[in-house]
């Protein structure tokens, strides 16, 4: 008899030892990001990202009176690890919520896994194919490439330009910006009369450039694609004079960009992601605090210039930590239909205003565009 | 008229550019017929170095020859540390240890560095000079002078001083060169440091109008390959006109055709010269005497 009162008090102990466990259990957040390999340029500023602001809401006392473990697995820029540490975060690891992963193809590579475990999942890829079809599961940060377009097409628009050239690099970025800038200027109305590319290791664009100047009519020149190549071209472009209004994407709004220029981007319009202008916003703005914010933290944690890719993963865990806290739950099906509903929150991307149809949620209202005056960003009305 | 003085204009520029780096291809063949594919980081090394040596606040000379002499030390390295320890194996084998030198030293300069772009200032500043219409920038003659003053440098080390003898001797045959008394060892030793020296003064003379980053030397070593190849492996004079003769057909295939397919274009030559020369446009075939 005394045996069995033992084990009974024994048996109620260690449930409520449990459940007192259960109440401090962590929520599980998972991230897959490519902090090594070809896009390792992405991925490191998204981890330190990641870690500092999941620290900082602990800090804080944490969500639902619950801390955060983030779990986060390095893919090394390739698809077919990020799968497999996708298929451990839902099997071993329990994760309510995903963020990653860093590029497009790892993204469209781990999607089916969350979609099956109806897990919620934030990607960092800039790709519109994440978000288009809508999958339930399956949100996104990045602008797209096509906003980037629509934005520089709609300004070339506004002051008068119906033929344009395009010049824009043959890597993934150019060739998506190529495209989409391509449908842009033909919904819009505006002839392509000349369309140059070069390669991402190209050490002069002069014979493209010339073509450029030489073709009958040309009222502005666009040039996309991602690093070195774009302050080449710009430099070309100043030495052989071409006489053209030159836009850039969102590649070129950095402050590298301007400096290997030398002086040449003078006058470059750039169509600029919210972080590099954010200090130039009015203080009304609704935008500015937060990506001024996170801006001065990133400079501040790693002696750098804040970059965009960085603020994709901010804004990842902002809106899931976001669905957490209204949805007063950290189940998975609680946080997708919470992020889905989110409106109006001011990312260091964009403003977010998700719905059942859009799982991207920012519009071309939170890119500006700038030019280049002094060596520094001004923006342009 | 204009358009194709600045398509010349700029295929020479470019084919100087992979002039320099092919140069540097042929030292080390000549004296070991290993074809060093690490010699895309010799030129990046010399490049960042000056970089972060001027960042630092060293005077631009300074830096410059403190580069030189860094990328001349690491090419010591590779050969003491990778190369010779597999000196019995086949050329082969010592060719795919440079592919990983390679691998390994922009791995290293990614750390170092980072992943970040960077220029050097113009030795002549960046105004560009009006040829008829067409624009040259100043530093495309520092590279002119520099890659003809470095194949006239070499041309004189090798056919005039006994150093150079001694190279084509060790080149031909190891055993005779060290029979007739001649320090093999050491031969192979400067064709590194000759071919570090070589890569770093390319890097740092072209910065300014390529820029540098960490992986700079992979398309350089490419597009250099492919000019010594042209060229002919091992003649310093074909290594130059090979990259000439590739940067030109670029820039017009580029300004012609399509930019789409100026690489292409380029590689085809390439593979057309060497139907007609097999050995390159300078050449010569190899017997092998019994």
């Known amino acids: ?381 | 008229m204009s358009e194709f003085l600045q398509f010349a204009i700029s295929g020479i520029t470019v084919g100087m550019i992979y002039g320099a780096v092919a140069l540097g291809f042929t030292v080390i063949y000549n004296a070991s017929h290993v074809v060093n594919f690490a010699q895309g980081e010799f030129v990046m090394l010399g490049a960042m170095f000056t970089v972060f040596g001027i960042s630092y606040g060293l005077p631009y000379p300074v830096a410059a020859i403190l580069a030189i002499g860094i990328t001349c030390l690491v090419s010591i390295a590779l050969y003491e540390l990778a190369i010779r320890p597999a000196r019995n194996a086949p050329v082969f084998a010592l060719i795919i240890i440079t592919i990983g030198a390679s691998i390994f030293l922009r791995g290293v300069a990614q750390i170092a560095f980072g992943t970040s772009f960077f220029s050097l200032p113009a030795v002549l500043g960046t105004d560009s000079i009006d040829i008829a219409g067409a624009v040259l920038q100043r530093q495309s003659l520092v590279v002119i002078v520099t890659t003809v003053a470095m194949l006239g440098g070499l041309w004189l080390l090798m056919s005039k001083t006994l150093l150079g003898k001694g190279v084509v001797a060790a080149s031909n045959d190891q055993m005779a060169a060290r029979m007739s008394g001649i320090n093999v060892r050491s031969i192979i030793r400067l064709s590194f440091v000759l071919s570090a020296a070589i890569g770093a003064i390319g890097g740092i003379v072209i910065t300014p109008i390529a820029l540098a980053s960490h992986d700079m030397g992979t398309l350089l070593a490419l597009k250099g390959f492919a000019a010594a190849m042209l060229g002919g492996m091992g003649n310093p004079v074909g290594a130059v006109v090979g990259g000439l003769l590739v940067g030109l057909s670029e820039a017009f295939s580029a300004g012609y055709l399509s930019s789409d397919y100026k690489d292409a274009t380029a590689f085809i030559i390439i593979l057309l010269v060497l139907f007609a020369f097999p050995n390159g446009l300078f050449g010569r075939e190899t017997h092998e005497r019994v």
């Open chain 1, 1 to 381: 008899m005394n045996k069995l009162k033992l084990f009974a008090a024994a048996a109620v102990t260690a449930l409520s030892a449990a459940s007192a466990a259960q109440a401090a259990d962590p929520i599980r957040i998972g991230a897959v990001i490519s902090k090594t390999g070809p896009a390792a340029f992405l991925g490191e500023p998204q981890d330190i990202t990641l870690r500092h602001y999941v620290d900082k809401i602990n800090a804080d006392g944490g969500l639902l009176g619950r801390q955060i473990e983030l779990i986060i697995y390095d893919d090394a820029t390739n698809a077919n690890n990020a799968r497999t540490f996708s298929t451990r975060l839902v099997e071993e690891d329990k994760v309510v919520a995903m963020i990653g992963a860093s590029t497009t193809g790892a993204t469209l590579a781990i999607a089916p896994v969350f979609e099956d475990a109806e897990i919620p999942m934030v990607s960092l890829g800039a790709g519109l194919a994440i978000v288009e079809p809508v999958r339930p599961y399956v949100f996104k940060t990045p602008h797209t490439d096509q906003l980037v377009c629509n934005k520089t097409i709609t300004h070339m628009k506004s002051q008068g330009y119906d033929e344009i050239a395009l010049i824009t690099g043959t890597g993934g970025i150019g060739k998506s910006m190529r495209k989409e800038c391509t449908a842009a200027a033909e919904a819009a109305g505006i002839k392509i009369i000349a369309d140059e590319t070069f390669n991402p290791k190209d050490v002069d664009m002069s014979p493209q450039l010339t073509r450029i100047k030489g073709t009958e009519g040309v009222d502005a020149v666009f040039v996309g694609g991602f690093g070195q190549p774009l302050a080449v071209v710009t430099r070309n472009y100043a030495q052989l004079g071409l006489p053209f209004p030159q836009y850039h994407s969102h590649g070129s709004a950095s402050k590298v960009y301007v400096d290997l220029s030398e002086g040449a981007a003078e006058g470059v319009l750039v169509t600029g992601p919210l972080l590099v202008v954010a200090s130039h916003l009015d203080d009304s703005n609704p935008l500015k605090a937060a990506a001024v914010e996170y801006s001065d933290t990133y400079t501040e944690l790693t002696g750098e210039v804040v970059s965009s890719f960085g603020g994709y993963a901010y804004d990842a865990l902002l809106l899931i930590t976001n669905a957490i806290t209204t949805a007063g739950s950290d189940d998975p099906a609680a946080i997708r239909d919470a992020i889905e509903a989110t409106q109006n929150l001011p990312g260091v991307t964009g403003m977010f205003n998700m719905s059942a149809s859009d799982h991207l949620g920012i519009d071309q209202d939170s890119l500006f565009m700038v030019v280049v005056k002094d060596g520094n960003w001004v923006m342009v009305e």
